[in-house]
């Protein structure tokens, strides 16, 4: 639109300017025509008066002579050939009064004159049109007249070659003049229009609500997103006090804030709320400016807006996302974190103690693994639920992950109020909780760590909070513990173990130790081997399995571990019963829960059982019934994978867990093996000796065979001979032994004839 207008304006400027030039050259032509014309008639004047006044006496004297022809032509060529040489003349001729007398033709301006030839000149100057006449006097008497014929074609083409020149500059001068007009005109007349006509459509296609009040706050413009947003009309507002827009914090006036910004910095910016005509009222996003005039004079204030209700939402539900834990709706550990520090400040200044309890829920895994994520979620929610119940207002609760919570009590005057509150959560936690219809008792355990006691930084008190968990955890499940810096100690001991946990097989500290296990016969010839781990750490030397082991399957390194093992284990097997054909020695391998639970350990033995080619009649499995119990089903088909490869299965520990008849059918063992802690008690204590009686007798209706570890006297020998036990291991046949040494141990028991073979049953 914008094109075509200067399109229409330089045409017409166009069109005015060549009518102006053209008339302009018109009249130009016309003056420059007359002048020439005048110019040579006027030449051609002056020439024939001239002639006229030097021929008169001549012509006298022709007359009072005879015709003195020659005398006339050189007279007029004298004439014509000093004055005339530019001039275009066609001939001068001389007439006297009694007759002619030619005085010659001129040829090319006056190079040459012809003689007089009467018919000639008839002919060619009969009608000439360019004349001039002049009389010739002598006295007062005219004797003749001379006249100049001229030619004013060649002026005339001169003429016209000026008026071309003239035509070419009034064409540039012309341009030169629209060009200039054009732009003139444009940036004067045509810009201030069209940003006019910009700034309106702007003004009304914005999103943006605009409005404009008067000094006095009086609206007096408003655009169409203003309505669209408001609700109202424009003409509900023109003339009237703009009272829409308000702060959050009610006690500050809109325009006062306002005014007293403006009158500062010219202009403000900020988040208000909009009233709309609905009643309803929305987050914007304001700006305010002063508009002066050229002269700095206030005019007017025009406010332009937004509506950030979504943004604001959006922000809102980020803030939660960012803050609040999706599942329980408690603050998530960031938000924690945040608390903690705006209340350890608020301590610093009121010089009051802070408690921080570390709360993890101990049966949540099993929990969350046998019955389903569902149900995991369902019980930490009812557990938030219960603790946020029990919390004091002035303190915080946080999920801070997994199964852990933590709750800040603020300002407590004594640590009973601690011990207390720890109490009621534990409480509150042991309280049955049905899921899938079944009820369930779950136990909390937890730490606590004290502001400014225990540290002043949230890192420490947290670390301190959770060391004091762990502590509370080993007593046992469902206790709590104030923080201690000696059982700090501990944990960092037990921290330091983890990490050199990873290392351990890489540099080589880990070897295996073998203990015979025997028949329970007179000879008590040996039936196979334990393969008892050791790990000889570079820092803190031997360390006992009994305390490595727990902390490997914490840190999961138990999977890599387990793995040496077996192959180590394989390695040696395979090794020994090559040596010792026809003599089976079985060697039996301790399987972790973990290792249990781990998808890839059957397909793992398989191909170590063929890398090392080993029978697996000489390997037997020992599995803790503490292992299986955790994922009850899951174990079942693990252990029914390697009975199935020919594997054999004992149960270790037995006696110590659940040993429930209805679980112990439907296992794949092939034999249970009695706790040491009974054994080692039996001459001295009644209830144990039962409780091995019973093993015995039980293993024996299941059709298993039975082992005792832990044997360490006759009298304990004795009595499990006598209840009828197979199998036995201990210190009083062995303790565990190196690899040399048991090798040794092999080649006293097979002897280099032996030829029994010791298959379990004998
Ligand atoms: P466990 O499987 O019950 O192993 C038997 C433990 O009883 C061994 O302790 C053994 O040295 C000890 N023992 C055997 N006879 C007697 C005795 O007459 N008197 C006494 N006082 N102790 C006896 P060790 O070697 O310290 O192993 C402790 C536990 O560490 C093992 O208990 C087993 O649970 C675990 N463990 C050892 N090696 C491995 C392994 O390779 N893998 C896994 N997952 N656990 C292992
Ligand atoms: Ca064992
Ligand atoms: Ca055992």
Request: charged share 25%.
């Amino acid at each position: 639109m914008k094109e075509h207008f200067s399109l229409k304006l330089a045409l017409t400027l166009f069109l005015i300017i060549a009518l102006i030039m053209s008339l302009f050259a018109v009249v130009r032509h016309q003056q420059s025509n007359e002048l020439f014309e005048s110019q040579v008639t006027n030449n051609s004047k002056v020439i024939s008066e001239r002639i006229a006044s030097q021929v008169s006496p001549s012509i006298w004297e022709i007359y009072l002579s005879s015709v003195n022809r020659r005398f006339s032509e050189e007279a007029a060529s004298a004439v014509l050939s000093s004055e005339m040489k530019n001039l275009y003349i066609d001939a001068i001729v001389v007439y006297g009064r009694f007759g002619h007398v030619y005085m010659g033709k001129v040829s090319h301006a006056g190079e040459g004159v012809e003689p007089y030839l009467a018919s000639l000149h008839e002919e060619h100057l009969g009608n000439h049109p360019n004349r001039v006449d002049h009389p010739i006097k002598n006295g007062s008497m005219t004797i003749g007249k001379v006249t100049v014929y001229f030619n004013d074609e060649p002026l005339r083409e001169q003429v016209a070659k000026a008026f071309k020149l003239d035509l070419i500059q009034i064409f540039f001068i012309s341009l030169f003049i629209i060009l200039v007009l054009f732009f003139a005109i444009k940036r004067v007349l045509i810009q201030p229009l069209e940003s006019l006509k910009i700034a309106k459509n702007t003004f009304n296609s914005l999103d943006e609500g605009i409005l404009y009040v008067d000094n006095e706050h009086r609206v007096f413009n408003a655009n169409p997103a203003f309505s669209r947003m408001t609700g109202f009309g424009l003409d509900h507002f023109v003339d009237k006090d703009c009272d829409l827009f308000s702060f959050d914090e009610s006690d500050v006036g809109f325009w006062e804030l306002i005014d007293r910004e403006i009158d500062d910095h010219n202009t403000w910016s900020g988040e208000a709320y909009c009233s709309g005509n609905a009643g309803n009222v929305f987050p914007v996003q304001l700006t305010v400016s002063q508009v002066k005039n050229d002269e700095n004079q206030d005019i007017c204030r025009v406010l332009v807006f937004q509506d950030i209700s979504k943004q604001k939402e959006a922000e809102r539900k980020l803030k939660d996302l960012a803050f609040y834990d999706a599942l329980t709706g408690l603050a998530n550990r960031r938000h924690f974190e945040e608390l903690m520090m705006q209340e350890i400040a608020a301590s610093e200044r009121s010089r009051e103690k802070m408690g921080l309890l570390f709360i993890d829920l101990d049966d949540f895994k099993f929990i969350n693994d046998s019955l389903g994520h569902n149900e995991g979620d369902e019980l930490l929610v009812e557990m938030a639920r219960r603790f946020n119940e029990r919390v004091r207002n002035s303190d915080h609760i946080a999920r801070f992950g997994g199964d852990e919570f933590t709750v800040i009590a603020t300002r407590i005057e004594s640590e009973e109020v601690l011990t207390s509150l720890a109490e009621d959560l534990i409480q509150l936690a042991a309280a049955p909780i049905v899921l899938q219809g079944k009820s369930y008792k779950v136990s909390a355990t937890i730490g606590i760590s004290i502001y400014p006691k225990d540290g002043a930084q949230i890192d420490e008190l947290v670390k301190h909070a959770d060391s004091a968990m762990y502590q509370a955890k080993e007593s046992g499940k469902g206790k709590y513990s104030f923080y201690s810096s000696a059982l700090d100690l501990k944990i960092q001991h037990r921290q330091r173990i983890k990490s050199l946990l990873r290392n351990c097989l890489d540099n080589n500290e880990l070897y295996l130790q073998y203990q015979p296990k025997v028949g329970l016969n007179d000879r008590h010839p040996m039936t196979g081997a334990e393969a008892l781990l050791r790990w000889n750490s570079e820092e803190f030397g031997l360390i006992p399995p009994d305390e490595f082991i727990p902390l490997a399957e914490e840190s999961g390194a138990i999977i890599r571990i387990g793995e040496w093992v077996i192959q180590q284990s394989f390695k040696k097997v395979a090794e020994w019963n090559y040596k010792y054909s026809n003599k089976v020695v079985k060697l039996a391998i301790n399987l972790s829960s973990h290792q249990l639970h781990n998808t890839n350990l059957v397909p793992f033995i398989r191909r170590e059982m063929q890398t090392y080619d080993v029978d697996p009649k000489w390997v037997e499995f020992e599995i803790t019934e503490s292992a299986i119990i955790t994922d009850f089903d899951a174990s079942v088909v693990v252990l029914q994978g390697l009975k199935e490869m020919g594997f054999s299965l004992s149960l270790d520990d037995f006696g110590t867990g659940y040993s429930s008849l209805s679980y112990l059918t439907k296992l794949p063992i092939d034999i249970l093996k009695i706790d040491k802690s009974f054994v080692f008690e039996v001459g001295e204590s009644r209830r144990a000796e039962s409780v091995v009686e019973t093993i015995v007798a039980l293993s024996k209706s299941l059709g298993l065979e039975t082992i005792a570890e832990g044997i360490e006297t006759k009298v304990q020998l004795a009595f499990l001979k006598e209840l009828g036990c197979e199998l036995g291991q201990g210190y009083y046949f062995s303790r565990p032994l190196s690899e040399n040494d048991f090798e040794n141990y092999m080649n006293t028991q097979f002897g280099a004839s032996d030829n029994v073979v010791f298959l379990p049953g004998e």
